[in-house]
């Protein structure tokens, strides 16, 4: 046996005596120890080696985010100017934009659908039930 608790083989090399102690620790557990550091200095890769982690859950909430704004400045940008009405100044999206009832009434009687007493007194009853009036 060798002063730090080996033994020497044939060709001369030291081997550890896994029972022998060294102030009140196993030179197994030693040799445990250190492979179990070895390992997990060889095995981690860096910060990235056990993917995101919980920051994984953060990047689609931030692209919900962006696209749920973007539509929300659409939507905000087009609801202004269907208000405001647009170049044309009338309200309301471009397929509700049709002539006001007078102007289809007159377009019919240009046309000739309707005789000129039957567009007097259509008008009439337009007029009178409008709902600013």
Same mark, same amino acid.
């Given at each position: 046996? *060798?002063?730090s608790g080996g033994f020497a083989d044939a060709a001369g090399l030291t081997r550890l005596d896994? &029972? +022998?102690? *060294?102030?009140g620790r196993t030179i197994?557990?030693?040799?445990?120890?250190?492979?179990l550091a070895t &390992? +997990?200095?060889?095995t981690h890769a860096g910060p990235w080696a056990?993917?995101?982690?919980?920051?994984?859950?953060?990047?689609?909430?931030?692209w919900f985010l962006?696209?749920?704004l973007i539509i929300f400045l659409v939507a905000r940008n087009r609801r202004h100017f269907w208000a405001t009405g647009g170049p044309s100044g009338s309200y309301g999206p471009p397929w509700m934009r049709g002539g006001s009832a007078e102007s289809t009434l007159s377009e019919r009687f240009a046309k000739g659908d309707i005789d000129e007493t039957e567009y007097r007194a259509r008008l009439e009853v337009l007029r009178a039930n409008r709902p600013n009036a």
């Open positions: 046996m *060798t002063p896994p &029972t +022998a102690r *060294t102030a197994k557990g030693d040799i445990m120890l250190a492979t &390992t +997990a200095v060889v056990a993917g995101f982690g919980w920051v994984f859950f953060l990047i689609p909430i931030f962006v696209i749920g």
